[in-house]
T-cell receptor, first 113, second 113 residues
Framework: GDSVTQMEGPVTLSEEAFLTINCTYTATGYPSLFWYVQYPGEGLQLLLKATKADDKGSNKGFEATYRKETTSFHLEKGSVQVSDSAVYFCALWPNTGFQKLVFGTGTRLLVSP | EPEVTQTPSHQVTQMGQEVILRCVPISNHLYFYWYRQILGQKVEFLVSFYNNEISEKSEIFDDQFSVERPDGSNFTLKIRSTKLEDSAMYFC???????????FGEGSRLTVL
């Protein structure tokens, strides 16, 4: 079945460091890919999305490119801030068959001043 | 900004008791979902609801679970006879489109003793 694999956390960085959180997926067909973020004490929020191969999603300085050849959707940010500390979830939407968001396990990011 | 609201934020119950978790989706949304996250594990799909009926459900969503949209604004999840393993954070979500862009509530933490 469809699945998403994320790197284990926590990821601990200093402010202004470069961030990469790896995400790979397994799916039949052509899924849409998402990053959701959960700030402390809040629900999940859509951060960015890409709906087809080679699309780049971006928001709030974060970027991710849909790579079909490597089945990946890695999240990157050039310079993290303390306020980026949160749990980041990679997810796919199958676009065919059973329509549900399939989440990865989440990666906690801790940014220190 | 419109948001999904959930009540209660935390409920403690005894094993075997019935629990109702309530959600108010965003008012013009058509698709409604329940997900859950057991501590430290993945966010798991439970059920989706569209046009006043269940459209998809997972194997987790057995006969002990039911959903209702009783009055056109609320969306409820009922667990008939809670088990210890039902302890989790339950997230309600809604969407205006069937594309994976979900708006999540802050969650209801259920603790079964």
């Amino acid at each position: 079945g469809d699945s998403v694999t994320q790197m284990e956390g926590p990821v601990t960085l200093s402010e202004e460091a470069f961030l990469t959180i790896n995400c790979t997926y397994t799916a039949t067909g052509y899924p849409s890919l998402f990053w959701y973020v959960q700030y402390p004490g809040e629900g999940l929020q859509l951060l960015l999305k890409a709906t087809k191969a080679d699309d780049k999603g971006s928001n709030k300085g974060f970027e991710a490119t849909y790579r079909k050849e490597t089945t990946s959707f890695h999240l990157e940010k050039g310079s993290v801030q303390v306020s980026d500390s949160a749990v980041y979830f990679c997810a796919l939407w199958p676009n065919t068959g059973f329509q549900k968001l399939v989440f990865g396990t989440g990666t906690r990011l801790l940014v220190s001043p | 900004e419109p948001e999904v609201t959930q009540t209660p934020s935390h409920q403690v119950t005894q094993m075997g008791q019935e629990v109702i978790l309530r959600c108010v989706p965003i008012s013009n949304h058509l698709y409604f979902y329940w997900y859950r996250q057991i501590l430290g594990q993945k966010v798991e799909f439970l059920v989706s609801f569209y046009n006043n009926e269940i459209s998809e459900k997972s194997e987790i969503f057995d006969d002990q679970f039911s959903v209702e949209r009783p009055d056109g604004s609320n969306f409820t999840l009922k667990i008939r006879s809670t088990k210890l393993e039902d302890s989790a954070m339950y997230f309600c979500a809604s969407s205006g489109t069937n594309t994976g862009e979900l708006f999540f509530g802050e969650g209801s933490r259920l603790t079964v003793l």
